[in-house]
């Protein structure tokens, strides 16, 4: 009645679609700028019963004869489709994204999108679609191997936020015990997704615990470590907002002078200081990684180190996942929750690979409120934690605080874990002699306690902490051998 639907150019009346499942039905002109609010009343219903954002599916648009071209006969307001394809999905995520914005103020929309086009990054994240093996989802190996450089290419492609359907979504699971290795390694490399999603068609469940108590352990154990690496992520989704640069990482986009790095399409960078080689083949328990120059270390030992620009092979059974941390780095982690918002404050963790002697390392936390859109107002925070190495020991330094807008809710601590091959045998701070304090009693109280400060050297794993309340203020810690 209003004429907001396609329209079929041999006959002037609406477009009369066959819907895989519905039935006919028509398609919404978004290309019609009244279009816009018209949606966005009937979107903001599902928002006020409680729904928190979208999922625009199929919106290539796609039905049940992909392979005939009767669609070409669609005429949009700007033009015919076959002129206007790839505007049709991009125009409905860009109504998605302002209409949600507009209804519901100061609030960040969640949508996820498979059909857009360049500058989908403003409006939306993609997934890759369906990805498994729909003939036998048990011979999914080498359609889960391919993910890897889809998604990079995605990054490339300046779309930093995008996932895949972990598990495949292609093909009927009958047989879960004989699907619990390859659940396992989609689970363990779609941890590394900048947003990670079980998922699979129809009624074919994919909760962990379906494939085995051995399959649930091993992926509660890659879901709890992309937990505890949500300070590093969300670190690097602000530098993805700021920049364009991806999360997932070509190795050549890190290490361009190493031609090495070309050639593979197996592992990636995640951010600047992790390396990731998910195992993607059928019951290998080692992994051929490539490491670019500098000295590695074994990201799930933290001591085990190589050296750079050499290939090696990395041991990989079922419940591990091959990654590296290059010498030299800071990983900021949180403490494992049942989801990102739990808990309004929590301590923060800094784990410090220091440099060679002589070097230095550093990295700058990021932390804003989470939902609203503060952080396009400059409200956001910075903490700058920075590591030198000497000859006597090691320099750590805790910035001020960056950002005058955004304050966290309450007290917290946060803990300095240096990984050293020496152990110092004392620690100041500002220049004041620190009190040690044995690694079970430095960590009793760490999200109530917020007075101790104190220092724990572990020659068992060596590893020296450090507790300090977060106080916002600049402070020198002197480890000395």
Not at 47 to 62: H, N, S, V, Y
Not at 197 to 206: L, N
Not at 239 to 267: C, H, K, N, W
Not at 441 to 457: D, I, Q, R, S
Request: with cysteine; charged share 25%; aromatic share 12%.
């Amino acid at each position: 009645r209003l004429g907001y639907l396609v329209k079929d150019s041999t006959t002037g009346r609406s477009y009369d679609m066959p819907w895989p499942w519905g039935g006919n039905c028509g398609v919404v002109d978004f290309t019609i700028p009244e279009v816009a609010d018209w949606w966005g009343a009937y979107q903001q219903k599902p928002i006020d019963d409680g729904i928190a954002g979208f999922w625009t599916d199929m919106g290539e648009p796609a039905w049940s004869n992909e392979e005939q071209t009767e669609r070409l006969v669609m005429k949009h307001h700007l033009g015919m489709h076959d002129e206007i394809h790839n505007v049709y999905g991009l125009t409905w995520d860009k109504v998605v994204k302002e209409q949600f914005e507009k209804r519901n103020p100061d609030l960040r929309v969640f949508q996820m999108t498979r059909a857009a086009y360049a500058g989908l990054q403003r409006y939306t994240f993609g997934w890759t679609g369906d990805c498994g093996n729909g003939d036998d989802v048990l011979q999914g190996w080498g359609q889960m191997a391919n993910q890897i450089p889809v998604l990079l290419s995605a990054g490339l492609g300046v779309i930093p936020f995008v996932a895949c359907d972990i598990s495949g979504y292609c093909g009927d699971i009958e047989n879960y015990p004989a699907m619990a290795e390859l659940y396992t390694r989609w689970v363990q490399l779609g941890a590394f997704n900048p947003l990670s999603r079980i998922h699979h068609e129809g009624d074919v469940a994919v909760e962990p615990w379906l494939f085995g108590e051995e399959a649930e352990k091993n992926v509660k154990a890659a879901i709890e470590m992309k937990y505890r690496l949500l300070p590093y992520i969300y670190t690097y989704a602000r530098e993805a907002y700021e920049t364009g640069l991806p999360i997932m990482r070509p190795m050549f986009m890190e290490y361009p002078a190493d031609l090495e790095t070309v050639s593979t399409d197996v592992q990636f960078m995640f951010g600047s200081e992790l390396l990731v080689a998910p195992v993607v083949k059928k019951g290998a328990t080692n992994k051929n990684v490539y490491l670019p120059e500098g000295i590695w270390i074994d990201y799930n030992d933290k001591r085990t180190e190589y050296s750079g620009e050499q290939w090696t092979t990395a041991n990989a059974p079922l419940n591990t996942i091959p990654m590296f941390v290059r010498k030299g780095s800071i990983i900021p982690q949180m403490p494992v929750m049942n989801y990102t918002d739990e808990k309004a404050v929590y301590p923060i963790t800094f784990e410090v690979f220091p440099a060679a002697v002589g070097g230095e390392t550093s990295f700058s936390l990021y932390e804003d409120a989470g939902t609203d859109l503060g952080y396009q107002r400059g409200e956001f925070m910075r903490t700058p934690v920075s590591c030198r190495t000497t000859e006597k020991g090691y320099v750590l330094e805790v910035g001020e605080k960056m950002g005058e807008k955004y304050a966290l809710p309450g007290e917290r601590n946060l803990m300095f874990c240096i990984y050293t091959g020496q152990m110092p045998k004392e620690a100041l701070i500002d220049g004041q002699k620190v009190r040690k304090m044995k690694a079970e009693k430095l960590n009793e109280g760490m999200e109530t306690e917020f007075k101790v400060t104190a220092w724990c050297p572990d020659k068992k794993q060596n590893l020296c902490m450090l507790r300090l309340p977060d106080d916002g203020v600049k402070h020198t810690i002197e480890f000395i051998y």
